[in-house]
């Protein structure tokens, strides 16, 4: 499975983004699939999930009721709709592709990711 993560760019408090992540490969709707988030000098933070049926969805506490994860199984994509953004969303965000069923919110456990896209929220 190769991912490529698109939509980043710079936006100001309270606006929002829509990141995509379209992913190559038959066999994308058996994944779970990702997205993370990571600034320098800190460790890659999990921010949202979505199960292969694309019924179940997952949160960090800092994203909930401003982020929303989906799937498109037809475009083999998925896509992460930031609302609200805050300063601190500012990173680099990476999806990710997991063929088993593990903890959504481990990066380990991910088998495929994304080049990554940088998202910068300014004042």
């Known amino acids: 499975v190769q991912l490529q993560a698109s939509g980043g760019g710079l936006v100001q408090v309270g606006e929002s983004l829509r990141l995509s992540c379209a992913a190559s490969?038959?066999?994308?709707?058996?994944?779970?699939m990702g997205w993370f988030r990571q600034t320098p000098g800190k460790e890659r933070e999990f921010v949202a999930a979505?199960?292969?049926?694309?019924?179940?969805?997952y949160y960090a506490d800092s994203v909930k009721g401003r982020f929303t994860i989906s799937r498109d199984g037809a475009k083999n994509t998925v896509y992460l709709q930031m609302n609200y953004l805050k300063i601190e969303d500012t990173a680099v965000y990476y999806c990710?592709?997991?063929?088993?069923?593990?903890?959504?919110?481990?990066?380990?456990?991910?088998?495929?990711w994304g080049q990554g896209t940088q998202v910068t929220v300014s004042s």
């Open positions: 990710a592709a997991d063929s088993g069923s593990n903890p959504p919110e481990e990066s380990f456990y991910y088998d495929y």
């Open positions: 490969g038959r066999t994308f709707g058996s994944y779970t």
């Open positions: 979505v199960s292969w049926s694309g019924y179940s969805t």
